[in-house]
């Protein structure tokens, strides 16, 4: 970063800045974590200088022979990892990759069944305020109210009373696994298409933690930036078979397509310019890291991490939606407790606790202050954090939510955050 440094000193101390706010807090964002050096260095490479409009071997511009390679070494990385049959390692975001499913499946006003947001669902699957929403006539399933849990039944009544196009699978906040092949089975019963979005648990699906849903959804999205550690950044797959039972279809053009060529299409240039090749260089980084055994390893930590948490947080009186968790976050809910999720993010924030407030199922209060917050572990067990820490982390936690007015408290919460975060050194290469 020298370069930076001198050239100009002002980016260069706000990247400090946020540096060093990395390296004190503690990042329990369920969404964020700590990409490897290789991956920011790709990420920081000339590829960004590259226009690359279409695929490799395709492209609208020439000069494309590495990144060529480049983006077929994300794809074929991909593949192995998840069982796929076809790769798009384009999207530039999650919501862009989502963007792409609904250009490919649905025409304006056809009518998705997603998970509700405000039952762990993600903007981008039917919201009133996002296109989703916008455009297609969105319906929602939400979790039970006893159980805090999928209940598939409720979903198949549903699913045949509004015979959507489109069923959508996954979420933001949802502590639990799904059961792909019984979703699968109501997707055929009512002729509507599958699609997971595996944005928050693509990296223990990739380890095989979590149940692959690969086999059973006509097309899967993911973000590549959450549990994954890579870049920012979305994809797009189809597992192996899957495009045989989707047929093959001519919708637009006489030529008969296979429906992975219109995904192709519905990103570029369907929803996207030129792809961002540095990204895909780090994407690529990433997923080789992925294959590794030690991803394995950090993804099993991060789920026992995870149950190590929510078993201390129940302890201490507080309710998580559903009792628990299976993955690597967990839904507070803070009702008994009698404060808000914007307070506790709040006051947290003040304890460099970095959580986000989070609506809880059927919560009363508005999304702005919301009933519960979400909390995550895999940021921190990259930092090499263990069940002890995230015991004691939760613990801390419930020293501030019960204290929230204390500035004491929470001064004596934060130095021990700082001092927990200085045994756990972040980026320490950055600035160097
Ligand atoms: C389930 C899900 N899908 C999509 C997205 C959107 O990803 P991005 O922020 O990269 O657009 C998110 C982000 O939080 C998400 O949780």
Redesign the pocket.
């Known amino acids: 970063m020298k370069r930076l440094k001198d050239h100009d000193p002002e980016v260069y101390s706000l990247i400090e800045k946020e540096t060093e706010r990395q390296n004190n807090g503690m990042e329990l964002i369920a969404?964020e974590n700590f990409v490897s050096k290789a991956v920011m260095e790709a990420m920081g490479s000339s590829l960004t200088n590259k226009y690359a409009e279409g695929l490799p071997g395709k492209r609208y511009y020439g000069g494309c022979k590495y990144v060529d390679i480049v983006e077929d070494l994300a794809r074929d990385r991909a593949k192995i990892l998840y069982n796929a049959d076809w790769v798009n390692v384009q999207p530039h975001?999650?919501?862009?990759?989502?963007a792409a499913v609904y250009l490919t499946f649905l025409k304006p006003g056809e009518t998705l069944l997603g998970l509700d947001l405000s039952h762990g669902g993600?903007?981008?699957?039917g919201s009133p305020v996002n296109f989703s929403g916008i455009t297609y006539n969105a319906q929602f399933y939400g979790v039970s109210k006893e159980t805090g849990r999928l209940d598939m039944n409720i979903i198949r009544d549903k699913a045949k009373k509004i015979k959507p196009k489109m069923i959508s699978i996954?979420?933001?906040a949802y502590p639990r696994d799904f059961d792909y092949e019984a979703f699968r089975n109501i997707a055929d019963e009512v002729g509507a298409f599958l699609w997971m979005?595996m944005?928050?648990t693509a990296g223990p699906i990739a380890t095989k933690l979590l149940n692959n849903p690969l086999p059973y959804a006509h097309v899967v999205?993911t973000?590549t930036?959450?549990t994954l550690r890579g870049p920012?950044?979305?994809m797009l797959l189809i597992g192996r078979d899957a495009e045989n039972t989707l047929g093959k279809v001519a919708p637009k053009s006489g030529r008969v397509k296979m429906w992975s060529e219109l995904l192709d299409s519905a990103v570029f240039p369907g929803t996207q310019g030129g792809p961002l090749m540095h990204v895909i260089a780090a994407k690529a980084v990433a997923l080789g890291e992925a294959l590794q055994k030690d991803f394995t390893t950090y993804q099993e930590q991060v789920l026992k991490n995870s149950k190590t948490m929510a078993a201390r947080f129940m302890e201490l009186g507080y309710d998580l939606v559903s009792g628990g968790t299976d993955n690597h976050l967990m839904l507070v809910d803070l009702r008994n407790k009698g404060i808000t999720g914007k307070e506790a993010e709040d006051a947290l924030g003040r304890a460099d606790l970095t959580v986000n407030k989070n609506m809880v199922p059927f919560d009363t209060q508005s999304p702005f202050v919301t009933s519960g917050i979400r909390v995550g572990t895999p940021a921190m067990t990259t930092r090499g954090m263990g069940p002890e820490e995230f015991t004691r982390i939760a613990e801390l936690m419930d020293m501030v939510m019960t204290s929230h007015t204390s500035e004491d408290v929470i001064q004596k919460v934060r130095s021990e955050v700082h001092g927990m975060c200085e045994r756990f050194p972040l980026y320490d290469f950055v600035t160097a």
């Open positions: 969404s975001s999650g919501a862009t990759a989502n993600h903007l981008t699957h996954g979420a933001s979005d944005a928050h999205s973000t930036h959450k920012r950044g979305g």
